[in-house]
C-alpha cells in the first residue's frame, strides 16, 4: 500500500480512469473528420479515382505522399526508440513510449494510404496470388508486414513493466474488463530477477532489430523510387536520403506529441526543456545530413546537365519554387538556428520549429512523387497537357485530414489505455534517488 | 517571447499560403490579347504529291501550346487563280497536314509554286496565316554491287519551263534510315552538275527480320526546292534476331526470380523472424516464471 502511495502511476490516474469534456469534445471532433474521410472514401470507390486529382501520367499523388510520410515518422520512431533503449540513454524514459506508439500507430495508417491509391481494392489478393519476388512493390510489403511485427513485439515487451504495475495497482478506478484485461497481458509479470533478465534480453534483440528493420524497410521503400529510371528518382543516394528524412521527420512529429501531452496531461515535471533540447539537438543533427544529402543529390542532378534532370530541375524552380524553397531551405536552416543558437532553444520555438519541419518534410515528399510524374521520360500517345498537372482535391485531402485524424484518435485511445509516460522506469528512478538521498 | 511571437507570424503565413503552393497551378489569365502563330512546311516527295504540315500554337508566359481542333486551310496561290487544296483539322500538337498531288497546280514562269496556310480565327484566337514558295523535284534512286561495295546512285531531277526532266545541280542530300523513334543519318553527298551523286553503304545496320532496310534521301531546307524526298527499300540489312533468353533473366515477365535475390530475401527473412520467435519465446518463459510470485505493488 505504501509503495502504490508512493508510485508515479498515482500521478497518472487521472488519465486512465476518466476523460474530461474537453476530451470527448477532442474525440467527437476527429470522428467528425473521419467521418467526412469516410465520406470522400464512399465517393471515391463509387464514382472511382476519377474524383481524385491522379490522371494517366501522374498516377501517384498525396495518397502515396501521406504514405511515405506517416511511413517515414513510424520509422523515425523505431529508430529513435529503439536507439535510446539501446544505449540506455539517461533522459529517454519519459518521451520513449511516445516515440514506441507513434511507431505502430504511424506503422498502421501509413500502408491504409496505398490501399486508397489502388484503383481496384476487390482484386487486392492478385498481389498474394500474382505478386513476383522481384518487384520492389512485393519487397515492400514483406517488409512493411515484417516491421508491423517486430514494432508490436517490442511496443509490447517495453509496455510489460508498466501493464503489471497496472494490474497490481488496487487504487486506480477501473472497469473490470479493463482490470482483466492488464492481468492477461501483464504475463503474470512480478519482477523477479529470472523475468527481468529475460525481459530485459528480449527487449535488447527487439530494440537492435527495430533499429535495424527500420532502416531496411525505409530503404525499400525508397528503392521503389529509385530503381525506376525516372528523373529525379534514379538515385543512388535515395536510400540513405529516405532514412534520414524520415527520421528528421519523426523527431519533430515526436516533439510535437512531447508538447501536446505535456500540456494536455501536465506532465511539466517529466517533460522538461532538458528533454526538448535533447530531441531538438537530434532534429538539428539530421537537419544537417537532410540539408546535405539534398544538396548532393540535386547538385550531381544539376551538374550533369542530363536533359531529363535538367527539365525536373526548371520544373521545380518553377512551378513548385515555394514548396522547394521551404522544404530544402527553410525545413532545413530553421531548426539549426533555433536550436543551433542556445538562447533561442525555448520549449515554443523548438515546437514550433518541429511544426515547420513536419510540413518541410511533408512537401520534400510530395516534390520526390509529383514533379517526377509531370516530367515523364516517354512521351505517352494522347497525352493532353492538363493530364501533366496534378492538383489534389477535396477527396485526397479529406482523407489526409482524416489519415491525420486517425493518428490523433489512436494516440488518444493509447494515451486512455497506458501512461503515455512508462511509470515502471520512473519508480526505478524514484527508489535510485530514495537512495541517494 | 518577441522571438516566439515573430515565430508564430511567420508560421500563420506559411500555413496561410503553403495550400495555394501546392494548389495554384492554373494562373489566370492575363489581360494581354493572345497572338496566334503558325508555322508552315512542306515535304515534296517522289511520287509527285507534296505533303503539307502547318503548326497552329500560341505562347503564353514562354511556354508554347499547340491549339487543337482547329481547322487549317491550305491553298495554292496562282497568277490567274487560287486553288483551295482543302483542310485539316489540328491535333493535341497543333499539328495538321494535308497530301497533295502536285500535277496540275499552277505555277509561274519558272515552275514555282506558291503554297498557303490559313486558319480563319475565332473569338479568342485571331487568324493567322503563312505561305512559302517551292519549285516541285524529284529525288530517285537506284542500288548497285561492285566488287563487293555496296552503292546508292542517286539522281536529282525537276521540270525546266518546257516540262522537260532536267537535273538538279549542286545540292547537298543527306541519307537517313528510319528507326524507331528517328531518322538515322547514315551520310550525306553533294550532287553533281548532272544532278546525280553516288554513295558508299559501308554500314551493318539491323534491318527487318529478312534484313530489309528503307532508304530515304533528302534535300533539305533548299532555298527553291524546300524539301524533298526519295526513298527506296534494299535488302542490305543484318537480318533483326529476337533474343531469347536461354536461362530466366530480369524482363517483366520472367516468373522465377534472380537466385542470388531469393537466397538473400530468405537469410534476411529468416534472420529477422527468428529474432522474433526467440522474443515470443522470452515472453512465454516469463509467462512460466509467473507463479506464486509476489505482485508488483
Redesign the interface.
Same mark, same amino acid.
Request: proline share 7%; glycine share 0%.
Given at each position: 500500500m505504501e509503495n502504490e502511495q508512493r508510485s508515479p502511476l498515482r500521478e497518472f490516474a487521472p488519465q486512465l480512469e476518466r476523460t474530461s469534456i474537453q476530451g470527448y469534445a477532442w474525440i467527437v471532433f476527429l470522428l467528425g473528420v473521419i467521418g467526412v474521410g469516410f465520406y470522400a472514401f464512399l465517393t471515391q470507390v463509387i464514382d472511382g479515382h476519377e474524383v481524385t486529382g491522379m490522371r494517366d501520367n501522374v498516377v501517384w499523388g498525396v495518397y502515396i505522399v501521406n504514405f511515405i510520410f506517416f511511413m517515414g515518422v513510424s520509422y523515425a520512431g523505431a529508430l529513435i526508440s529503439g536507439t535510446l533503449h539501446l544505449f540506455h540513454t539517461a533522459w529517454r524514459k519519459p518521451i520513449i513510449r511516445m516515440a514506441e506508439l507513434i511507431t505502430i500507430i504511424a506503422l498502421l495508417i501509413g500502408p491504409c494510404f496505398i490501399l486508397l491509391c489502388i484503383g481496384r481494392l476487390d482484386k487486392l489478393y492478385y498481389l498474394v496470388i500474382f505478386g513476383r519476388i522481384q518487384s520492389p512493390i512485393t519487397w515492400d510489403v514483406i517488409a512493411i508486414s515484417t516491421d508491423i511485427f517486430g514494432c508490436l513485439i517490442f511496443l509490447y515487451l517495453t509496455m510489460l513493466r508498466d501493464l503489471a504495475a497496472l494490474r497490481d495497482y488496487e487504487i486506480l478506478q477501473l472497469p473490470k474488463w479493463r482490470k482483466k484485461l492488464y492481468k492477461v497481458l501483464a504475463l503474470g509479470y512480478t519482477g523477479t530477477p529470472e523475468q527481468q533478465f529475460r525481459l530485459n534480453r528480449a527487449t535488447n534483440i527487439m530494440a537492435a532489430m527495430v533499429i535495424s528493420i527500420a532502416i531496411i524497410v525505409y530503404s525499400v521503400l525508397a528503392w521503389i523510387f529509385s530503381v525506376t529510371l525516372q528523373p529525379g528518382w534514379h538515385s543512388t543516394i535515395f536510400g540513405p536520403y529516405f532514412v534520414i528524412a524520415a527520421v528528421y521527420s519523426g523527431s519533430a512529429v515526436l516533439i510535437i506529441a512531447m508538447w501536446i501531452f505535456r500540456k494536455v496531461y501536465h506532465l511539466e515535471n517529466y517533460i522538461t526543456q532538458k528533454h526538448f533540447v535533447a530531441v531538438g539537438i537530434i532534429m538539428l543533427v539530421l537537419a544537417a545530413f537532410f540539408g546535405y544529402f539534398t544538396f548532393s543529390d540535386y547538385l550531381t542532378k544539376w551538374y550533369g546537365s542530363e536533359k531529363n534532370d535538367e527539365l525536373l530541375i526548371q520544373l521545380l524552380f518553377k512551378e513548385f519554387y515555394w514548396p522547394f524553397i521551404i522544404s530544402n531551405y527553410i525545413g532545413v536552416l530553421l531548426p539549426l538556428l533555433v536550436v543551433g543558437i542556445a538562447k533561442f532553444r525555448t520549449i515554443t520555438n523548438i515546437t514550433l520549429t518541429a511544426i515547420v519541419v513536419v510540413i518541410a518534410l511533408w512537401l520534400n515528399r510530395y516534390l520526390i512523387v509529383v514533379p517526377t510524374l509531370q516530367s515523364p521520360y516517354l512521351p505517352i500517345q494522347d497525352s493532353r497537357p492538363e493530364w501533366f498537372h496534378y492538383s489534389a482535391t477535396w477527396v485526397e485531402w479529406s482523407l489526409t485530414a482524416a489519415g491525420v485524424a486517425i493518428f490523433c484518435l489512436l494516440f488518444t485511445i493509447a494515451s486512455k489505455f497506458i501512461p503515455v509516460v512508462p511509470v515502471s522506469g520512473l519508480v526505478e528512478e524514484t527508489k535510485k534517488e530514495d537512495v541517494l538521498i | 517571447m518577441k522571438?516566439?511571437i515573430v515565430?508564430?507570424i511567420f508560421?500563420a503565413l506559411?500555413?496561410t499560403?503553403?495550400p495555394k503552393? =501546392?494548389?495554384a497551378?492554373?494562373k489566370a489569365d492575363t489581360a494581354a490579347p493572345v497572338e496566334t502563330k503558325i508555322t508552315f512546311t512542306y515535304l515534296c516527295t517522289s511520287n509527285d504529291s507534296v505533303v503539307l504540315k502547318a503548326n497552329l500554337f500560341i505562347k503564353k508566359d514562354g511556354e508554347i501550346?499547340g491549339l487543337e481542333n482547329a481547322s487549317i486551310n491550305f491553298s495554292v496561290t496562282g497568277e490567274k487563280e487560287n486553288i483551295n487544296l482543302g483542310n485539316a483539322i489540328t491535333n493535341?500538337e497543333g499539328n495538321a497536314s494535308l497530301t497533295c498531288s502536285i500535277k496540275g497546280l499552277p505555277a509561274n514562269k519558272e515552275g514555282i509554286i506558291s503554297y498557303a496556310a490559313a486558319f480563319k480565327g475565332n473569338s479568342k484566337f485571331p487568324p493567322v496565316e503563312a505561305s512559302f514558295v517551292a519549285k516541285p523535284a524529284r529525288i530517285k534512286m537506284t542500288f548497285n554491287i561492285e566488287d563487293s561495295a555496296r552503292h546508292i546512285n542517286i539522281s536529282a531531277t525537276q521540270k525546266n519551263a518546257k516540262g522537260e526532266e532536267v537535273p538538279v545541280p549542286n545540292e547537298k542530300l543527306m541519307i537517313y534510315v528510319p528507326r524507331l523513334f528517328s531518322m538515322l543519318k547514315i551520310g550525306e553527298v553533294d550532287l553533281d552538275a548532272d544532278g546525280k551523286a553516288n554513295f558508299e553503304f559501308a554500314g551493318k545496320i539491323v534491318g527487318d527480320t529478312l534484313g530489309n532496310l528503307r532508304i530515304l534521301v533528302r534535300l533539305e531546307e533548299s532555298e527553291l526546292f524546300g524539301y524533298v524526298q526519295g526513298q527506296n527499300e534494299i535488302n542490305w540489312g543484318v537480318p533483326k534476331q529476337y533474343y531469347k533468353a536461354e536461362v530466366p533473366s530480369?524482363e517483366l515477365w520472367?516468373?522465377i526470380?534472380?537466385l542470388w535475390? =531469393?537466397i538473400t530475401?530468405i537469410i534476411?527473412?529468416a534472420g529477422?523472424?527468428a529474432?522474433?520467435v526467440?522474443?515470443?519465446y522470452?515472453?512465454i518463459? =516469463?509467462?512460466r516464471?509467473?507463479?506464486n510470485?509476489?505482485?508488483?505493488?
Open positions: - | 522571438r516566439a515565430l508564430n508560421l506559411f500555413l499560403f503553403a503552393f =501546392i494548389t497551378q492554373e501550346y493535341q530480369r520472367t516468373p526470380a534472380p535475390m =531469393i530475401l534476411m527473412l529477422v523472424w529474432h522474433y526467440y522474443a515470443v522470452e515472453l518463459m =516469463i509467462k516464471h509467473s507463479k510470485n509476489k505482485p508488483l505493488y
